[in-house]
Nanobody, 127 residues
Framework: QVQLVESGGGPVQAGGSLRLACEAS???????????LGWFRRVPGEEREGVAL???????RYADSVQGRFTISKDNAKKTLYLQMNSLKAEDSAMYYC??????????????????WGLGTQVTVSS
């Protein structure tokens, strides 16, 4: 089993930055280095949206809406996934979730088929 806990969300003004973190723990977390990982977000009443993906060999994919502003990375030693968010916009406001899976890796469709999910961290961008 793997537990994921996000942190780093909060209120920020438009144009500002935030860095989200997602720490993995549990018996399965020892394989974190080999997981497919991702960040998703959801606004109440809307579909969950894929934001950034990082597969087990380091391939990265970003949603068009965040390309050039967000950066996904990880620290295997700390079993932690990050999302650096710069030049934030009001439309980036959402609950942000991290996801992990030892096998499933989403493609350009950002399919949210990951086995493990965190509870989310809220990002609120004021304009």
């Amino acid at each position: 089993q793997v537990q994921l806990v996000e942190s780093g969300g909060g209120p920020v003004q438009a144009g500002g930055s935030l860095r989200l973190a997602c720490e993995a723990s549990g018996t399965g977390a020892m394989y974190f280095y080999n997981f497919c990982l991702g960040w998703f977000r959801r606004v109440p009443g809307e579909e969950r949206e894929g934001v950034a993906l990082l597969d087990s060999v380091g391939h990265i994919r970003y949603a068009d809406s965040v390309q050039g502003r967000f950066t996904i990375s990880k620290d295997n030693a700390k079993k932690t996934l990050y999302l650096q968010m710069n030049s934030l916009k009001a439309e980036d406001s959402a609950m942000y979730y991290c996801a992990a899976d030892p096998v499933f890796c989403a493609g350009r469709d950002f399919k949210p088929g990951y086995r493990y999910w965190g509870l989310g961290t809220q990002v609120t961008v004021s304009s």
